[in-house]
């Protein structure tokens, strides 16, 4: 028999229980280190880092947790937390986060893959709360109140990220569907 979530989060607030826990991290560590690849775009060693930050955050603040929405997008915010300190800390102590370099040289052999180089780049294109607008949802799924409680951003911010980097990326991969 499969335990939900929320059974697991009683047993850590009540009991203190960390197999309990241990198997929270397991259902969702794989999402948390996905969606932080993605906003340090793809610093395996930073977001590895602050994937074990959230879960730690996550386990000393479990009492915390109300319950209102999923237990990713709650995850998900603390994570999201953790990248906009990190992003801040190096900007004020050595610049921006480096970005995944693409072989632009390199031959591809099918055009799904130059679709998706093209897309790479594309994205790289847009501001940084429009590509994690995007990719919590299309990516990771989520409606547009649960990126709102992650992000913190008003619901209409939301949706202007959304619509602003769709629009942006219409633009941008315009030579994939010239009738658009």
């Given at each position: 028999?499969i ?6 989060i ?8 960390r197999?309990a826990?241990?198997?929270l ?15 340090t775009?793809n610093n395996?060693p930073?977001s590895?880092?602050?994937a ?18 999923r ?20 900007r004020?102590?050595?610049?921006e986060?480096?970005?995944?370099t ?7 052999p099918t055009?799904t ?7 790479r ?9 429009e590509?994690?607008a995007l ?11 649960e990126?709102?409680a ?7 911010t ?22 658009s």
């Amino acid at each position: 028999m499969i335990i939900s979530d929320s059974e697991l989060i009683t047993r850590v607030a009540q009991n203190d229980d960390r197999a309990a826990f241990g198997e929270l991290v397991q259902r969702h560590q794989s999402a948390v280190r996905r969606f932080l690849r993605h906003l340090t775009r793809n610093n395996v060693p930073l977001s590895d880092e602050l994937a074990q930050d959230t879960f730690l955050q996550a386990y000393r603040g479990l009492a915390g947790y109300r319950g209102d929405g999923r237990f990713t997008t709650w995850l998900f915010g603390i994570a999201h937390n953790h990248f906009r300190n990190a992003r801040r800390r190096l900007r004020e102590n050595a610049g921006e986060l480096s970005a995944e370099t693409v072989d632009e040289s390199a031959p591809s052999p099918t055009r799904t893959v130059a679709l998706r180089q093209d897309l790479r780049a594309a994205l790289q294109q847009l501001d940084p709360d429009e590509q994690t607008a995007l990719h919590l949802f299309y990516q990771q799924g989520l409606t547009h109140p649960e990126i709102a409680a992650i992000t913190g951003w008003p619901l209409g911010t939301v949706k202007t990220h959304l619509a602003r980097g769709k629009d942006r990326l219409r633009q941008l991969l315009h030579a994939w569907n010239p009738q658009s």
